[in-house]
């Protein structure tokens, strides 16, 4: 069959690389792709946002499945566009309806609906202009640190978590009266702070039917030890070594399971990837957030694990037919260091020559995020650069082999961080 995948970063070149890999897959065109995904399929020149161009391009290359990869489409609503035209209605768009990518693109529907099916989170309250002065008072007196988060899309920035009194009136007020993200901070959700270990936890669900893919965890700070600015992930380990089975079976009954029937209940359209963010609180989990996809850096840390032919998970998806497939994972550890660019997550350049970049092996693979090619040389083109996966029979082989190769790569400006994976060593 041929597939179009949507988007452009390290989580679409190890899709990419995945799905050319199935016998399904006829021909692959990645929209817009990056100089790795180029490696696997025809990279074509469409906006993963411009719905009628993609739809042009599905009708005139007999596209039989669309995979997004980021949110932005979903969030705008793909799934309906497609569902709704006669033209393309027949072609699966693998992900959730506008309605439950509201799940990702609104921390405020999202904690309703948690509320709403008893999945543990964090408590909190939700304001706006409207209800700005109660904001300010409902921070003076809250228990700090506290979580602030802008309602919308933020390209992964929108949390912040003040540990002073002054910050966090600063920020509220930079959300809501200087709109810091725009339309997406225009309603701010103020959650209380919950001290544990993060993870993240992705099963891909037919809307009745779920199963679960290999766990992962992320590291978001630019510092070392987790410290300064957020950014979009600088690395990723997979399997979770504190996540054993006892924790896993609490977090499929207590958070998968009613996620899903909930959605289900509640008559929303979800034929897709769920990524539930998740804290272990002493030994309990709490969702932390949603995302209507799958992670980034986290993907290219779980695909690699994932031995299923991915085409056959999806088209089951597509069908309702989930049920029919059991998820085998590659009992290796994988562990993801991201190369990127000097400067990030704040102003940084492109456009810098990359050398370097091994031929991928059975233990490695170095995933383009922001790349592009220029004749035969391939430049820099975004904060993340490459995400270097390896695969090892221990955790700290494996990230050792991912900085080994981070060494040897080069690029103006290159920056990692070489303790990716530290409270596990």
């Known amino acids: 069959m041929n597939i179009l995948l949507l988007g452009g970063g390290g989580r679409e070149h190890a899709l990419a690389l995945k799905i050319s890999q199935s016998v399904h ?49 979903l969030v705008k609503g ?76 933020a390209a992964g920035k929108g949390v912040v978590i003040p ?3 002054e910050e966090a009136l600063a920020e509220f007020a930079q959300m809501i009266k200087d709109a810091k993200f725009g339309d997406a901070s225009k ?72 996620t899903v029937a909930g959605l289900a209940a509640e008559g929303i359209v979800y034929k897709g990837f769920i990524f539930f963010g ?11 957030e949603y995302n209507c996809r799958m992670g980034d850096p986290e993907t290219e840390v779980v695909i690699p694990r994932l031995q299923n032919d991915l085409v056959e998970l999806l088209q089951a998806t597509a069908a309702g037919k989930l049920d029919t497939q059991t998820v085998v994972e590659d009992p290796r550890a994988a562990a993801t260091v991201m190369l990127v660019a000097g400067g990030y997550p704040e102003a940084y350049e492109k456009g810098k020559a990359i050398t370097g970049i091994p031929a991928p092996t059975k233990d490695q693979i170095v995933f383009h995020a922001g790349t592009k090619q220029s004749g035969e040389q391939v430049l820099t083109n975004g904060g993340r650069v490459l995400a270097i996966t390896s695969l090892a029979t221990d955790l700290s082989i494996a990230l050792a082999h991912s900085k080994q190769t ?12 070489r303790d990716i994976g530290y409270e596990f060593l």
Do not use: W
């Open 25 to 73: 897959c006829s021909q692959l065109f990645i929209a817009p792709g990056n100089a790795g995904t180029a490696q696997h399929g025809h990279n074509v020149n469409i906006a993963v946002d411009d719905f009628d161009q993609l739809k042009t391009f599905c009708i005139n290359n007999a596209i039989e499945m669309v995979v997004p990869g980021p949110e932005d489409p």
């Open 78 to 153: 793909i799934y309906d566009f497609f569902e709704q035209d006669p033209a393309i209605s027949h072609i699966p768009v693998l992900g959730p309806s506008k309605v439950g990518a509201q799940l990702e693109g609104s921390k405020a529907f999202a904690k309703l609906f948690m509320q709403r099916h008893n999945i543990p989170t964090a408590a909190y309250r939700e304001f706006s202009e409207a209800n700005y002065e109660e904001g300010v008072a409902y921070l003076q007196q809250h228990a700090l640190p506290v979580v602030i988060k802008a309602d919308g899309l």
């Open 278 to 288: 998740l804290i272990k609180v002493n030994e309990a989990p709490f969702v932390i």
């Open 187 to 258: 309603k701010v959700v103020i959650e209380e702070f919950l001290t544990g270990i993060e993870m993240s936890v992705f099963v891909i669900t037919d809307g009745q039917h779920y199963k679960i893919l290999p766990a992962a965890k992320d590291y978001k700070r630019i510092g070392e030890g987790d410290t300064g600015l957020n950014t979009g992930g600088m690395g990723a380990i997979s399997p979770v070594p504190f996540a054993d089975k006892v924790f896993m079976d609490k977090v499929e009954n207590q958070v998968i399971r009613p």
């Open 406 to 417: 981070a060494e040897t790569l080069s690029f103006e400006g290159k920056y990692y961080r």
């Open 163 to 165: 540990t002073t009194r």
